[in-house]
Structures are given as C-alpha cells and as structure tokens.
C-alpha cells in the first residue's frame, strides 16, 4: 500500500487501549477481527478523524490479522478517512430525495460561502464539503451529517448558521 504524504502521530494512550481490548472482549476467543469496524472507529476519533498506513498497520498488529484486511475496510467505507480532513465535515446526502430537495444547491452554496471545491479542506483545515449516499433521513431531506448528528430541513439560512456555530466553537459533533 502506498503511504501516503501525510504524516500522522500514532497515540495509542492507555484509554485507547483500554477501550480497544473492552471491545474486542465482545467477541469470542480467536474472533477478535470482528472488532475491526469498532476498533476503527475508536482510532479514528482518537486520531484527528483519520487513519494513515502507519495507523491502520497498528491496527492489524493489534487484531492480530493482516494489513490488507484493514486496508480493505477503510478504503471501502468513506466514514473512513486516509488522509486529513476538515474539523467539520459537512457530509450532505447526494441521493435523489435529497436532490430532488435541492441539495445540490446547497452544497453549491456552502462550498461558495466555504472557498472550497467538494472534497478538499479549507486552508484553516476547519471546514469540508463532501457528498455521500442516502443517510436514510430521505423524509427530512434535504440533509447531511456533521460529526455524529443529522441536521435536517436544510435551507441557506441553517447553513449560515451551522458554520456560525462551528467557526464559534458551540456544536457538538460527538454524542459521547
Ligand atoms: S435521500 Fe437523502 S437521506 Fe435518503
């Protein structure tokens, strides 16, 4: 696998530890793969919301399974990142609900207001823009997720204010 030009500091404190063994304990002896999707995900939030090389090797040699298992995943899941992104990720629903709603003019509008094109991070590395597949709100459309929250029925106005309230510092992106 390529490494990438990013370079990433792997901190894998004793809480992260703790939580990884916590959850690979769910799973019977000689199964801890199946902790993968978990796993990843305590890594990633551990980790600025992304997984270089360096991290997802760690991974495997935690889980004891190979490299390419993990790659597997992450380059198949884009909640996955493989390389820096955003503080706030707008991910809005691209699906034709969400369209038909006209979500394409928001995103159009955000990346306007944003200075940035669908996938690249603002130069302050606060804010990207990024489409994805049906979020399974379709009756609140149009919509995206930001961090682990939907917001719904979007218009500009609620968008002015989403990145209002992120350059502020006042929303809440985890719920844990
Ligand atoms: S089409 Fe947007 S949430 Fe389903």
Redesign the pocket.
């Known amino acids: 696998m390529e490494r990438t030009q990013y370079k990433q500091e792997i901190n894998m404190t004793e809480a992260l530890m703790n939580r990884i063994n916590e959850l690979i304990s769910h799973y019977p002896e000689g199964k801890q793969k199946s902790a993968l999707l978990p796993v990843l995900h305590e890594v990633q939030d551990a980790h600025n919301d992304w997984l270089s090389i360096e991290l997802q090797d760690k991974v495997a040699e935690i889980l004891a399974i190979k490299p390419v298992e993990v790659y597997e995943v992450v380059s198949f899941y884009t909640m996955f990142n493989r390389r820096p992104v955003g503080k706030y990720m707008f991910e809005f629903?691209q699906?034709?609900?969400?369209c038909l709603n006209g979500v394409e003019d928001l995103m159009d509008y955000t990346c306007n207001k944003l200075g940035v094109k669908v996938g690249e991070p603002t130069q302050d590395g606060l804010f990207e823009v990024r489409g994805v597949e049906?979020?399974?709100?379709?009756g609140y459309?149009p919509?995206m997720q930001l961090g682990d929250f939907y917001k719904e029925h979007l218009t500009k106005d609620k968008v002015n204010q989403l990145i209002e309230d992120c350059k502020n510092n006042t929303i809440m992106l985890h719920d844990k």
């Open positions: 629903c699906t034709s609900p969400c049906c979020l399974g709100a379709c459309a919509m």
